[in-house]
């Protein structure tokens, strides 16, 4: 039997590099050795953009074609939305009866939120239950392992702290799941910055040769290298950073040539537009094939939701027994 993953993402639309690097593509890894799951946390987006919705169901269709095309595979994986299995609501709302306040108070993400965006009015109930609703999904399907980036280590902690007060109380019901940490390569954006969509700065998951080529060229290298005879220094430069990321093993040579002044900033980006071009091509096949094909794609997340509800169901009302509920 396979050790059961699940992992959800919150529906932003189209992703970038830093995601797929960052994320996806260990998902993809993952499908071989574990029973995956993979969500589409769509209520979670509520929690901090309830105001604005117009757009959701687009940013749910556009993410779910990058998922594919990064190799998540519906014949190996569940993959779905979490707002049509609404067991993950049911068990959000049992958890949430055993959840001390001052718990949900003391997580990081939650007070930096607060402050950091202090233009959105989410003082809200949902907003509180933000990691509640996090465990529920991932308690839901009884994983063993969350594969999440360092920034999700706390709300995993918490769902363990959840799990050993629903079981004090009613038995033992769910296992405590761990974080997997990936060993993620950290990409910046193409200014040198963390790679991010609001700041303008990334290279989109699927990307043209276009793209690729321009975005490359407004890489910021060593600034101390006017001339080609001058040796640089590649810690400061972003393309150096995207060599280590996508192709570590000619990182070496590249910081070799570049600091005796081997080689030149316009041919060492040239070569690093093929090789992310390289990359990307397979990822945007795939999404082609899947774009050209709406329905299939929604038939994926019905299957998926099914198989997922089936699983969900059987651990809720393994929950409702255990805590006494009406049946
Ligand atoms: N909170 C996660 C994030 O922002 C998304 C998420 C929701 C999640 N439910 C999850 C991640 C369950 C792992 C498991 O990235
Ligand atoms: Fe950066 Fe390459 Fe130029 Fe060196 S040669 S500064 S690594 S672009």
Redesign the pocket.
Known sequence: MKKRIFSGMRPTGRLHLGNYLGALKNWARLQDDYQCTYCVVDWHALTTGYEDTAGLKNKVEEMVLDWLAAGLDPKKSVLFVQSSVKQHAELHLLLSMVTPLGWLERVPTYKQQLRELSGRDIATYGFLGYPVLQAADILAHKAEYVPVGEDQVPHVELTREIVRRFNHFFGNVFPEPEALLAEVKLLPGIDGRKMSKSYGNEISMTASSEEIRDKVQR?V??PA?IHVKDP???D?????KF?EAVASEMATG??E???K?G???????SR?VDLLDQMIEPLRKRRDEYARNPDMVRQILEEGAKKARKTAEAVVAEAREAIGLWR
């Open positions: 890489m290298t060593d290298r640089g220094h590649p400061v430069c972003i393309v150096y060599y590249v910081a040539e570049c600091s002044a080689i030149g900033c316009v041919r060492c980006k690093l």
